[in-house]
């Protein structure tokens, strides 16, 4: 690790000149995803008429599901694979190729080509996502402390490509303005869903072409092992193992077996029960990695409602004007990376002043926890006034804010405390247990949402309650576990 610090050279910003390089390639990945997930759901249930595919919201529900879960969850098999085998370096590439391909596809009209799109992706996030964030880790030597800036620097790529991507994909897909060129080109208007799927393959595309440019800055990390051989039964095991997790989520949906989805939450409570019987201290530590992955997972449950319920919330239920000026409803989507670019600088700030005196990992959880629980509390008068019809955008520009105090408390934090509680030998599946708490959060988010609907003011307002009493449930156990889960951590603060 010592080594690969020596052979990046310091760029003029004092950090490896390999960080812009990861910058740029994941500032358009997260580009091409967000954007494109930011029509995934009204794409799906928009009327055939309307380009759209007239899915019913509960079958939505179900593909926009088992697709967040998918692409969070084969990132485990991806990280695998080019620990053994192919080098982080070969693996984003390759992802990036797929994904961009995935976006091209979904470029095309038919049913065939929208479920083909929707695996690529899912594939090449899989195999990109957990690779481009190891190498910037293998950019930085463990004790540099430029180490957690350089991770900050790197979730700022993250959120401006998720900032503007939405911008671009929405007005391409949804506005009025971009459908009259299409028309007074001799297009199918209604085709304009395809264009902002295209445009996030664009986007995927120009991260490739960086990457490629610049792959020369990463000299010393990501390669393959020097004596890469796939050990094959494992490696089976470990794809096995994914492709059965996943298969048994998504048969979760069929009537008859919705008893597997207590899987989601008996998985990591066994977790921690077994490892808080240990008395090492490295049994200590699981057992707390199982609590915070439990936490989380709930915390991307209600999260993760952003890209379907809330969605279909600002497109059905909200005014798509602001000061007069008429804006399509994926748009809401660029709130959230904008609020955390907008404020993660005032947290870094703040937990530095802090210093010492800073709360606890479990605090900071609970506190993520406690800004979901107002972000939702928040919903249930702008639910009821839908009764009178739409309602001001101001109520989800509030619900995004806190949103992203919460996400800003719990997300950066718990990805280096989970590193930190890692047994050496174990860092990469712990990253992998992260993204997985966030995979089973992503189908537990569609569940929830599975039956929502608009029309009933009255309905939606339970609805958001409920989110809200969920969060305040959570919000209760994690603080009530905060002084046991310090305990367990020992020394990592
Ligand atoms: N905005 C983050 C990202 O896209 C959300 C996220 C956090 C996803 C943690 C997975 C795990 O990277």
């Not at 790197?154 to 971009?178: C, D, E, I, K, W």
């Not at 249930?380 to 806190?402: C, E």
Request: include cysteine; aromatic fraction near 12%; proline fraction near 5%.
């Amino acid at each position: 690790m010592t080594a690969t610090t020596k052979l990046a050279p310091p760029a003029s910003t004092g950090h490896p000149a390999g960080l812009s390089t990861l910058f740029f390639t994941e500032m358009w990945e997260r580009f091409s995803y967000y954007g494109m997930r930011a029509l995934l759901t009204l794409f799906m249930v928009a009327p055939v008429a309307e380009g759209g595919l007239g899915f019913a919201t509960p079958d939505a529900a179900r593909f926009y599901g088992n697709y967040t879960m998918a692409v969070y969850m084969l990132p485990i098999a991806g990280g695998y694979l080019a620990d053994h085998w192919l080098g982080a370096r070969r693996a984003v590439l390759i992802g990036g190729m797929i994904i961009a391909c995935g976006h091209f596809t979904l470029a095309l009209h038919s049913l065939t080509s929208f479920f083909l799109g929707l695996v690529l992706i899912a594939l090449g996030s899989g195999l990109l996502k957990p690779n481009i964030s190891a190498m910037v880790g293998g950019l930085y030597a463990k004790d540099d402390p430029r180490r957690d800036a350089g991770f900050s620097i790197f979730y700022l790529g993250v959120n401006l490509g998720a900032f503007l991507a939405p911008l671009v994909t929405g007005y391409l897909a949804q506005s009025a303005a971009f459908k009259s060129w299409l028309a007074s080109q001799g297009f199918d208007p209604a085709q304009s869903w395809h264009w902002g799927f295209a445009a996030a393959g664009v986007g995927m595309t120009l991260g490739l072409a960086s990457y490629l440019w610049h792959a020369d800055r990463l000299a010393g990390v990501g390669h393959a092992p020097p004596d890469a051989q796939l050990p094959l039964a494992k490696t089976a095991a470990v794809l096995a193992g994914t492709v059965a997790l996943m298969g048994l989520a998504a048969l979760s949906d069929r009537s008859g077996y919705e008893a597997l989805r207590l899987m989601f939450v008996i998985l990591p409570v066994a977790a921690v029960v077994y490892f808080a019987r240990r008395a090492d201290l490295d049994g200590q530590r699981l057992a707390a990695v199982f609590a915070f992955f439990l936490a989380a997972m709930v915390f991307w449950a209600l999260f993760e409602q952003a890209g379907f319920t809330l969605a279909l919330f600002a497109d059905q239920a909200t005014r798509g004007d602001l000061f007069g000026i008429a804006f399509p409803s994926s748009w809401f989507q660029a709130l959230n990376p904008l609020f955390v670019i907008a404020l993660a600088p005032v947290f870094a700030w703040g937990w530095v002043r802090m210093g010492t005196r800073q709360p606890s990992s479990a605090i900071k959880f609970t506190l993520g926890l406690a800004f979901l629980t107002l972000s939702y509390l928040l919903m249930v008068p702008a639910a009821a006034l839908t009764a009178g019809g739409k309602v001001s955008p101001l109520w989800l520009v509030g619900l995004f804010f806190l949103q992203t105090v919460g996400e800003l408390c719990l997300s950066p934090v718990g990805l280096s405390t989970m590193t930190k509680l890692a047994p050496p030998s174990l860092v990469g599946l712990i990253l992998g247990l992260w993204f997985l708490a966030a995979s089973f959060g992503s189908k537990i988010a569609a569940l929830l949402g599975g039956e929502f609907q608009t029309a009933d003011a009255g309905q939606l307002a339970a609805f958001f309650g409920g989110l809200a009493a969920v969060a305040a449930l959570a919000t209760l156990g994690m603080g009530l576990a905060a002084p046991w889960l310090k305990r367990l951590m020992g020394d990592v603060k």
